[in-house]
């Protein structure tokens, strides 16, 4: 579900996803991202969880904007 959900930002193109060799499952899980949709009670957990996390660019700073100086 995240996977798709990252997918679906408007700003984002692709997502890269890693798994076990050892374990086929996780491969076989992560092809069927585009099998399903989201839906309204899926995007309030995803809202509710990040809700709750800390902002990354509070906490570290914009990525690289040094070098857009």
């Known amino acids: 579900m995240a996977v798709r959900y990252i997918l679906e930002q408007p700003t984002v193109a692709g997502a890269i996803v890693g798994y076990r060799l050892s374990i086929s499952e996780n491969f076989q899980d992560n092809s069927r991202v585009f099998d399903f949709n989201l839906d309204v ?5 995803i809202n509710n ?21």
């Open 41 to 45: 009670k899926d995007y309030e957990q």
């Open 49 to 69: 969880l990040t809700g709750e996390s800390r902002d990354l660019f509070k906490l570290i700073g914009d990525c690289g904007d040094e070098y857009r100086r």
